[in-house]
T-cell receptor, first 111, second 114 residues
Framework: GQQVMQIPQYQHVQEGEDFTTYCNSS?????IQWYKQRPGGHPVFLIQ?????EVKKQKRLTFQFGEAKKNSSLHITATQTTDVGTYFC???????????FGTGTRLQVTL | DAGITQSPRHKVTETGTPVTLRCHQT?????MYWYRQDPGHGLRLIHY???????DKGEVSDGYSVSRSKTEDFLLTLESATSSQTSVYFC?????????????FGPGTRLTVL
């Protein structure tokens, strides 16, 4: 079945440093979504990418969808303590209705 | 936040006992999902529903059953709980289930099977 892996599994940074998480799928994705889960909370939708090579920005967050539509990345510039949480990518393959979630990257930010 | 509630929020049970988790939504969304979250595995789909009495399996459905008798309620049952089913369970909803549809998650249920 389809697998979606994320690296790293965990990263600890100091506030102000940059952070990147990478998402890799074993199959081509129709689109990709990113979710954030705060500690003790539930996943919350951040953004969706659809086109090959697409880049989207949300303030300090930059999301990219690979040219082959099998990988994606999330880059956070100048992290803040409010960025703490686990970031998940999730993708649809040709079959609608079911999202396959990545394994997640847990980000810890300290002062 | 979308109107999704899960009950109970925490449960401790013993191996071999039946357990039912409830997800309730007030958004009138057609699609409902049950996921489990475990360290190193992310979120894995257990079962989902695309309408009243219409359900299908996800990638980790063994040992679980579901029912949906009303649009707003989606029940997850562990017929005979095992320690490997200790996990955090999330319910999610989406409007159409179509490619690109966003999923909204409930607050989760932490289940411990002793």
């Amino acid at each position: 079945g389809q697998q979606v892996m994320q690296i790293p599994q965990y990263q600890h940074v100091q506030e102000g440093e940059d952070f990147t998480t990478y998402c890799n799928s074993s199959t081509t994705l129709s689109n990709i979504q990113w979710y954030k889960q705060r500690p003790g909370g539930h996943p919350v939708f951040l953004i969706q990418l659809v086109k090959s090579g697409e880049v989207k920005k949300q303030k300090r967050l930059t999301f990219q969808f690979g040219e082959a539509k099998k990988n994606s990345s999330l880059h956070i510039t100048a992290t803040q303590t409010t960025d703490v949480g686990t970031y998940f990518c999730a993708g649809y393959t040709g079959t609608a209705s079911k999202l396959t979630f990545g394994t997640g990257t847990r980000l810890q930010v300290t002062l | 936040d979308a109107g999704i509630t899960q009950s109970p929020r925490h449960k401790v049970t013993e191996t071999g006992t039946p357990v039912t988790l409830r997800c309730h939504q007030t958004e009138n969304h057609r699609y409902m999902y049950w996921y489990r979250q475990d360290p190193g595995h992310g979120l894995r789909l257990i079962h989902y529903s695309y309408g009243v009495k219409d359900t299908d399996k996800g990638e980790v459905s063994d040992g679980y059953s579901v029912s949906r008798s009303k649009t707003e309620d989606f029940l997850l049952t562990l017929e005979s709980a095992t320690s490997s089913q200790t996990s955090v369970y999330f319910c999610a909803i989406s409007g159409t289930g179509a490619l690109g549809d966003t999923q909204y998650f409930g607050p989760g249920t932490r289940l411990t099977v002793l």
